[in-house]
């Protein structure tokens, strides 16, 4: 599967602000575009609903700068999408020779959705069968991560487990693991880059995929998470806090006070359960669902209030006190 170079950077280019590209990357981007060496993906899906997919897909949909762009235009020319199950045109065998050729070749990202099962020998997350022999989730990442040059985990059940990890560890009956934990108990120095979301934001992971083509160092927080886009909790507990970005907060420019039951449009949900407070991500600002002019609506505008769905702890706890 292949995005179009041009539709991509055209996509970059309208969304430069948003995805943090001067004028000199986009140069760079272009350039490194034009040539021959854009990155193979390999992206695998376990525990999880592949809800970071669609959400990834969405990116493609319809952008006014670039036009209305089909699921056809996805599979076409740009980023070497080498194995995604989801929407790739091969299936059974075809669809496995070319993942296994890509990891002769080596030098691939290594994109994994969905956490790991590890009771059972895995076997209850078989993603595909090679040959005779069904390959398990946890075996196929196994097989991969040697030749992978990085580790892009998109989606909070890949980067923390989600929610096929949540609950009492008696309820995790399958074994569930974090991509991350899983890889470097393969490779502890092998690089691993969490995208999280529930799902991910897809301009997100296309950040996170024009930083590997630009080759651009990408500072992580202790969570994995580029400082970029979810801030650094650790070191700034105001950077990319989404309460104190938040347009409802009452101490931003004189919004109505907080919230005493849901369905009050412009007031604060803290009260009511809203985790605005103890999540860091640029929601505030990029917001979801393009609309003619761009992205137009998030959780807190529809008075859904924040889950808190980029945390490593998400989604325990209770949400709606």
Known sequence: ???????????????????????????????????????????????????????????YADLPPVGLVTTADVLINYVNLAYHTVVMASAGQTAVTMANQANRKGGYVLVLEGGVPTAFDGR???????????LTYQQAIHNLVGNAAVILCVGTCACYGGIPKSGPVEYNSTGVVSCPEFVHSIDPAKTVINIPGCPAHPAWVAWGVVQLILNNP???????????????????????????????????????DLATTFGQDYRCLQ?????????????????????????????????????????????????YL
């Open 1 to 59: 599967m292949r995005v179009t170079r041009r539709d991509f950077l055209k996509y970059c280019t309208a969304s430069a602000t948003a995805l943090g590209l001067s004028l000199g990357e986009l140069e760079r981007l272009e350039a490194a575009l034009a040539g021959p060496g854009v990155p193979t993906l390999l992206w695998l899906h376990g525990s999880g609903c592949q809800g970071d997919s669609v959400s990834f897909l969405n990116l």
């Open 124 to 134: 209850a997350c078989i993603i595909a069968t090679d040959g005779d022999q069904e």
């Open 218 to 256: 990408v500072e992580l927080d202790p969570y994995l998470r580029p400082t970029a886009l979810f801030g650094n909790k650790d070191v700034d507990e105001h950077a990319n806090n989404v309460h104190e970005n938040c347009p409802r907060n009452p101490n931003n420019g004189g919004n109505p």
């Open 271 to 319: 009260d009511l359960g809203c985790r605005g407070p103890s999540t860091f991500s640029d929601c505030p600002s990029r917001k979801w669902h393009n609309g003619e002019n761009g992205p137009v609506n998030w959780c807190v505008d529809c008075n859904g209030m924040c889950i808190g769905c980029v945390e490593p702890d998400f989604p325990g706890g209770d949400i």
